[in-house]
């Protein structure tokens, strides 16, 4: 997001200068996000009832229109300081300290001030009332705005169908409680509601709430044992802790210290087998990034079209025959987005209090490749 901001000899960032506009404050209010001459400045004393707490907490709460990570962001960047010095998102706040940032606004819209303008994107709803709203997404459409993706959002399309949704959670991403990656389709609820966002937030945290997915995945997890799973068996699951690549910063990675990453489950079941391709139910107990996609490539099933995770020449990598298997191994070879489908979720109501579940249809792209598969290994090549 650029270099923190610039500084004079005496190590003070260099203040907005006078312009025909006016002048800076000689004080900005507590918490409030003042814009002048293209820089958003912020400032926060951090008081007793905050004492221990971590910076990028203390500071999103006190700018409700940045989401956390926004703010851990604007720390790790050196575009926030604790009394005029760099710190990181984690540092534990002390009474009596000052937080401050000059942030230039277009780093400011970078990561999320302010609510994204309402845009006319067709949705394709499968439930909606006054407190949720259910929608099957698309692959390819990303869930809110972010470096690259500042219009065309589920987030853009939320807004011009609901306009109330602006009100419900964190003005950058108003309405969203969970996430599906970009090129993932399937089912997701969003609130409509500050009280729907507040309690389903509250279920995804307790872990209440159920998600199966369907996944066209290399392999067959019944039939090898990468990681601990039964032969003999057609379920199984992949327990491996989850952190963030150590190198490639935008991929997760699994690893096996204990003290490093988080824990994570998926639990898979084998529901149709097309030669060394199977369509796999799952289910996952937490939430992690990239969770599925990381879990069935370490245990040697990545997803079918995964350019992240998966193979680089799948065929290949499957053992496929160029002459025997050329018609499989050329439709594995042009996959165009990873075969990850949400299929279905299960929750409680924010309002009624009733268990309800949705369920997504498996979409045409993941239909016709499972329709040719199935076809080509009921009879020879």
């Known amino acids: 997001m650029g270099n923190p901001p610039r500084s004079d000899s005496s190590g003070k960032p260099f203040e907005a200068r006078d312009n025909s506009i006016g002048k800076k404050p ?9 814009v002048f001459e293209d820089t958003v400045f912020v400032d926060v004393p951090a008081g007793d009832e905050e004492a221990g707490m971590r910076l990028d907490q203390v500071l999103s709460g006190h700018m409700p229109s940045f989401s956390r990570n926004a703010v851990a962001r604007l720390i790790r960047d050196g575009r926030i300081l604790v009394d005029n010095r760099p710190a990181k998102p984690g540092h534990r706040v002390r009474p009596g300290e000052r937080i401050t940032g000059h942030i230039p606004a277009r780093s400011a819209e970078d990561v999320g001030i302010g609510p994204p303008e309402p845009e006319a994107i067709a949705l394709d709803i499968l439930y909606e ?8 997404k698309a692959a390819g459409l990303v869930i809110h705005p972010a470096p690259g993706h500042s219009a065309g959002t589920l987030v853009h399309g939320l807004r011009h169908h609901a306009p109330e949704i602006e009100h419900a959670g964190p003005s950058d991403r108003p309405g969203i409680v969970h996430r599906l990656d970009r090129d993932t389709s399937g089912v997701l609820v969003a609130a409509k509601t ?32 990468p990681a601990g799973i039964d032969s003999a068996a057609r ?15 935008k991929k997760m990675a699994v690893t096996e210290d204990p003290k490093s990453g988080r824990d994570a489950e ?3 079941e084998v529901v149709e087998r097309y030669g060394k391709i199977c369509l796999l139910r799952l289910a996952i107990k937490t939430g992690r990034t990239h969770q599925i996609r990381v879990h069935l490539s370490a245990a040697g099933h990545p997803v079918v079209g995964d350019s992240v995770y998966g193979y680089r020449n799948p065929a290949r990598a499957t053992g496929l025959d160029p002459k025997a298997d050329h018609k499989t191994a050329s439709l594995i070879n042009n996959v165009g987005r990873q075969m990850l489908h949400a299929a279905s979720i299960t929750f409680v109501h924010p309002e009624t209090g009733k268990q309800m579940t949705c369920e997504a249809p498996l979409p045409d792209d993941m239909q016709t490749l499972r329709r040719a598969l199935n076809a080509l290994h009921s009879r020879p090549e």
């Open 194 to 225: 500050e009280s729907a966002h507040r309690i389903l937030s509250k279920q995804f945290k307790s872990r209440q709430i159920q998600k199966s997915y369907l996944a066209l995945a290399f392999g067959d997890p019944a039939g090898r044992d």
């Open 129 to 136: 009332d006054d407190s949720i709203i259910v929608i099957n």
């Open 266 to 268: 998926t639990a898979w």
């Open 26 to 34: 000689d004080k900005t209010a507590p918490g409030e996000i003042l």
């Open 235 to 249: 379920t199984g699951r992949i327990t491996y802790r989850i952190e963030r690549h150590r190198t490639h910063r």
